[in-house]
């Protein structure tokens, strides 16, 4: 009986894995080039393919067997035990809330994303501050529907970093506060000026298509399990460890944002190639949590590739690439560039000192969202307040502001704070292998595939056999801690920008 | 009650096309760069999805509601009433055999694929005769499992052209034997020798790609509705009206092929995105059988760009691209090197005239196979004969003989002929089109498109809405008649040889 049980059950989420595969794929091939007629088919079978994965999950059938295994726990496997852990949850998420309510806030959500464009388009929040507020009730009264323990956002929290609270939140954000603000602050204030203007100079697409393949092979990216295209925004896309797929765009004088894009890309993927293939079509192939699967992504583009060692080994192949551009350019003066700090508006072009700023004020916009009845309107001004406060700018429109990301569009409430989080793992896992080899030396030496081995051990392997948590305290021997986070950008920048430590 | 069983009728219909689109799209994606380590997951995944494509056809609920329907034919629209046929056929095809045997039957044709490969690479017929034995073996069981009428091997030929028997392609054949083969005879003895030396010459690859995307605008291929890429073997695929896809390869060395598999695979294309949009998601969505679908591709590239008239208009712009190879090589010598008749081992290989010739062989060698008891291991031999009579050629090895197909490692057996079916149509519908206005005039102004237009509202609108030989009554005003075929290549074929007609 038992073992019928299980036989259902996980045949149940292999064909929601197939589902889910067949509608990467064919997300994968709408941005990488699928015809322009062909688009509205294709959204109309993603809806489908969601629809039926549905099906397999809610359903009466699925109700009594999650029931019986879940009395029967100490005698399943311990992939099968991890295997109703996530669809319980998933389960419980989606059947608490009524179908209709489900149906039309997904209407809503589409329609929310067009406004959203045209309110950027115009850089005027009004235009969509109604569609805001009918998202956040919805999603208030999902959170009702679905319970929470201690603030209601942890409910969101968890949906990306199971287990993220607000209490732990409010202490690393407040850790990060304490150090990066007045960091950017002396560096702002700081004699020392990092020169950049070398690398906005035209560099060849066809040299920048080059340089990023070449340094995803030297980070370890398999392209015999994968592939590099370009596409619009840069993604990557695990359909099995086997096939991860990543893209990046290309601008004549924007090489670093090529370059970085693929190491970025190049970590998530790294990731995504090495969980064990024994996971396949159980839910449990791919990333822990997105603030696990953005340390490897930040791991190596920032920890690895901006670093001063990672420059001193590769900065040669990028000269004899370019040397017109870079003859008279240093290592040195190529890896600050790299590095140079500049307070920005947009998330997304920030420097790798105030990314996580960025971070904190949707955070705290967030949370309050949530706690209580903060009216949408006044949403820019406090965001313009802190911007102004975390990163010393006048915010001109909202644009540049409040509108500048689709997060809000989607109602994806809880996910930013796990950029910031792969930021503090990245460093925290970075200290505890520094323990064990030093990763400049490896890196002096061009041996970027040692760090990547190691990587593959302790975390891709594992794929979401774990919680985040229970991830971070095996690797590093304890749970999140800012520490090293902050400890690496004082380090880093107050060398860079010679300022007293 | 009826528009209960209608809708979950036509749903179950709906959903089998979703899985069919994420077949195909996974189809797609490895012919045209999909990573190496990903090949076996692709495979297990179609594998699953033709399962669940199984399971959505063959269950209780279908049957009662084919049943319901079937006593209500009257009252459905004509949309349902041909989704009824169509379901009612494969149902019946699908659920008198029994899982087991199908089961075992797959796995034989996974294995015997295999060792036809390796087979053919040895150019041993012995290693297949096995394999080759049990397939028939195995088709002949289903046939009796699915009944037949007349001929066994009749069961065959309606899976792919519906309604075409052994006694209707007796008679075509007979006819096409009468013509065609003296007609060969004739050529190979005529003093006319037909130059082709320029068209083997190092043709840049790169042009040959914007000769092929410049071939299909001009025939009215619709880039905005689907892509040209490459791949081993050239290919369409129709994901929906709005996203049909093809595929050509390139060799330096012979510019012809590319060309012409551009036309061949267009042809297929232009038919696809031409079916009515309403029948998306129907399973009429498609071309109407493999005559039809195979008419309309031979009709571009050998009706249409293998005309004379077609190279009066159009050959400037080759020899514009290729100056150097082709300033002294006129527009009629080039169309006649296009044309160039040389009896040759290779089906895929064969000029226009002998091509249905190489199907004849296939066709009368299927039918002794279905009709009585001829041993396999006698096939090389006859395979042999037949083509010493029809082309007049001495096989040195099986690789150039009966191991030259994959499609008996596959048992597709009653699918060759669609490929000699398909020629005929075409010049049975070009004939039809010729009453109504000259199609080398429109050739010769380079009003292709006027062309397509016709077929598009005659043919391809339709989908598979109606029965092959119903679309040729119903566009010709008559049944097959392989006169107008031969009639076309006795006219093209004497011509360009100087033969007494």
Redesign the interface.
């Known amino acids: 009986m038992l073992n019928v049980v299980i036989d259902r059950f996980r045949n149940a989420i292999?064909?929601r894995s197939?589902f889910t595969?067949?509608g990467s794929?064919?997300y994968?091939?709408m941005a990488t080039?699928?015809?322009?007629?062909?688009m509205?088919?294709?959204a109309k079978?993603q809806g489908?393919?969601t629809g039926?994965s549905y099906e397999m999950l809610v359903n009466e059938q699925m109700e009594a067997d999650l029931k019986f295994l879940e009395g029967k726990v100490d005698e399943l496997d311990e992939v099968t035990r991890r295997m109703l852990v996530k669809t319980r949850k998933s389960y419980d998420d989606y059947s608490k809330i009524p179908k209709e309510e489900v149906e039309a806030f997904s209407k809503l959500q589409l329609e929310a994303e067009q406004v959203w464009e045209k309110a950027k388009d115009k850089a005027d929040f009004s235009m969509f501050a109604d569609y805001l507020k009918r998202l956040i009730e919805f999603q208030k009264k999902f959170v009702g529907y679905r319970g929470y323990e201690g603030h209601p956002y942890n409910t969101l929290l968890d949906d990306y970093e199971e287990g993220m609270t607000v209490d732990k939140l409010d202490e690393f954000f407040a850790e990060l506060k304490t150090t990066i603000v007045p960091l950017v602050k002396a560096i702002n204030e700081s004699s020392v000026k990092v020169d950049d203007s070398f690398v906005r100079k035209s560099y060849s697409i066809e040299k920048q298509k080059e340089l990023a393949e070449d340094v995803l092979n030297v980070i370890g990216y398999?392209?015999?399990?994968?592939?590099l295209k370009e596409s619009v925004h840069p993604f990557s896309m695990g359909?099995?460890p086997?096939?991860v797929?990543i893209t990046v765009n290309y601008h004549e004088n924007e090489p670093l944002a090529s370059f970085y894009a693929a190491a970025h890309e190049g970590g998530h993927g790294i990731y995504e190639q090495n969980v064990n293939t024994e996971l396949?079509m159980t839910g449990l192939c791919e990333g822990a949590s997105s603030g696990i699967h953005e340390s490897q992504s930040r791991f190596y583009e920032n920890v690895l590739c901006r670093s001063e060692a990672f420059w001193e080994y590769y900065y040669q192949r990028v000269q004899n690439l370019f040397p017109e551009i870079l003859k008279d350019v240093s290592s040195q003066e190529y890896y600050k560039a790299c590095n140079k700090v500049a307070p920005s508006f947009i998330r997304i072009e920030a420097d790798e000192l105030t990314y996580s700023l960025h971070i904190m004020i949707r955070y705290e916009i967030e949370k309050e969202l949530f706690s209580g009845d903060i009216d949408v309107n006044e949403l820019p001004a406090l965001w313009n307040k802190k911007v102004k406060e975390y990163l010393g700018l006048d915010v001109p429109s909202d644009d540049l502001g409040i509108l500048q990301d689709v997060h809000w569009s989607n109602a994806l409430f809880g996910y930013f704070p796990t950029y910031a989080l792969g930021n503090a793992y990245a460093s925290q896992i970075a200290a505890t292998i520094n323990k064990e080899f030093s990763i400049d030396e490896k890196l002096r030496k061009g041996q970027c595939m040692e760090i990547t081995k190691w990587l593959n051990d302790k975390i891709h392997n594992m794929g979401s056999m774990k919680k985040p948590d229970e991830i971070l305290e095996l690797v590093t021997g304890e749970g999140l801690n800012a520490k090293y986070y902050t400890d690496y950008l004082k380090e880093k920048f107050s060398s860079i920008y010679d300022l007293q430590k």
Chains 1, 2 share one sequence.
């Open positions: 292999e064909k197939v595969y067949a794929l064919n994968w091939d080039g699928g015809s322009e007629k062909g509205s088919f294709r079978l489908m393919l039926y398999d392209f015999n399990a994968g592939m359909l099995n086997n096939d797929r396949m």
